[in-house]
Each structure stands twice: as C-alpha cells, then as structure tokens.
C-alpha cells in the first residue's frame, strides 16, 4: 500500500523566514509526485508534478525536489499569502491504476 | 482558466436518504475522478472513470456508491443510502488525457455533505 507522510504537521512563519516542508513517500513504482496547495474550504490547487529523482520544479517563491525516497517543497521569503495547507501525493507506476495517494499536509501560517 | 465545477457546495441530507452530488469537469478532460475529506483527515480515493466506466475504485467505494457521466459535461456521485459517517467534503478532479495519464488532476472547491 502507498503511504505518503508529511512533517511538520504545522509551521508558524514570520514574513521572509524561509523553510522546508517534507514528503516522505513509500510507493511500489513512482509514476508521478504532485504538490497541492489547500485554503480553507476549498479544493486543491495544482502546484508541482515530479517524476525522477534529481527533478527541481519552482513557481514563485516555491520550489520542489525529488529524491528516490521524499520530496521537499521549500518556500523562500514567504509572504502572509502563502499561508495555506501543503499536500503531497503520490501516483503508483501500475496498470491503470492512476489515483492520488495523499498525506495528511503541512499547515503554514505567514505573518507579517 | 478553466476549472471544475461542483455543486451544491453544501447538502444537508437526513440518514438513509439518497443524495447525489454533480460536478462539471474541464470540457476537454477525459479522466474523472472523487475523493472525499473527512474533518481532520487525509484526502481519500474514491473512484476513477474514464471511457464511460469505472476504471478503479477503493474499498470506501461500496455497493451504496454510485457514478455516472449523463451527458457529455456531467459527471455524479449517488449515495444510495447515505450513514453518518459519510459526512465529509466530497472533492471531483478531472485530467486531460494526452498519452500520458499521470497528467496533474484539477479540483473542483467541493460539496460538504452532512447527514444527520
């Protein structure tokens, strides 16, 4: 079974203080990670997919990695905007099998 | 930019009444899927749907579930005979299909349904 672990559970920012969010990930074959963005009450947002070891992707203020066993999304100068719930999911390499597996999500909080 | 569609965004159902939740997904996808947020927890697979079936489904997806594309921009999930633990944000995703189906899946804002 897919298992995808996110830590920290929560991360309290001051405004420009840059970090890390981790995505630990246990899959058979990796056919894609993907980074979601969540405000409250609304749906994911699309933010990285991630196929290889090695891969780098940015957008913004954020950038994200992938190595053979976790991912990490780091948010550089982080403004209040940014407050949001990180979710990382795996997609399986297997027959038609192409369902995200989700982790529970860091919850980022920027302020000013 | 196109984006899903999902409504209602709010069903309070009685237990035991049927409920069905719509979405529209984006026009040119091919693949259709829900997930459901239970409070606090992880979002989950539900079911996959692609060529006008069921392509997979998880063990959360029993014989009360139900999906269906009824015409070519709606696509449904019915529970037959909803319980109390079914209370949860239902979430519709979409991706385009081109040759390569681990393109990103788009979602749609949601439904929190609540049974009481």
């Known amino acids: 079974e897919d298992q995808v672990t996110q830590s920290p559970e929560a991360l309290r920012l001051q405004e420009g203080e840059s970090s890390s969010l981790n995505c630990s990930y246990t899959v058979s074959g990796l056919r894609g990670l993907f980074w979601y963005r969540q405000d409250p009450g609304k749906g994911p947002e699309f933010l990285f997919t991630?196929?290889?070891a090695g891969e780098e992707k940015e957008k913004e203020r954020l950038k994200a990695t992938l190595t053979k066993k976790e991912s990490f999304l780091h948010i550089t100068a982080p403004k209040p905007e940014d407050s949001a719930t990180y979710l990382c999911?795996?997609?399986?390499?297997?027959?038609?099998?192409?369902?995200?597996?989700f982790g529970a999500g860091t919850t980022v909080t920027v302020r000013a | 930019e196109p984006e899903v569609t999902q409504t209602p965004s709010h069903q309070v159902t009685q237990m035991g009444q049927e409920v069905i939740l719509r979405c529209v997904p984006i026009s040119n996808h091919l693949y259709f899927y829900w997930y459901r947020q239970i409070l606090g927890q992880k979002v989950e697979f539900l079911v996959s749907f692609y060529n006008n079936e069921i392509s997979e489904k998880s063990e959360i997806f029993d014989d009360q579930f139900s999906v269906e594309r009824p015409d070519g921009s709606n696509f449904t999930l019915k529970i037959r005979s909803t319980k109390l633990e079914d209370s949860a944000m239902y979430f519709c995703?979409?991706?385009?299909?081109?040759?390569?189906?681990?393109?990103?899946?788009?979602f749609g804002d949601g439904t929190r349904l609540s049974i009481l």
């Open positions: 995703a979409s991706s385009e299909r081109s040759g390569t189906p681990n393109q990103p899946q788009h």
């Open positions: 991630l196929y290889s």
């Open positions: 999911a795996v997609q399986a390499l297997a027959l038609n099998d192409y369902k995200l597996s």
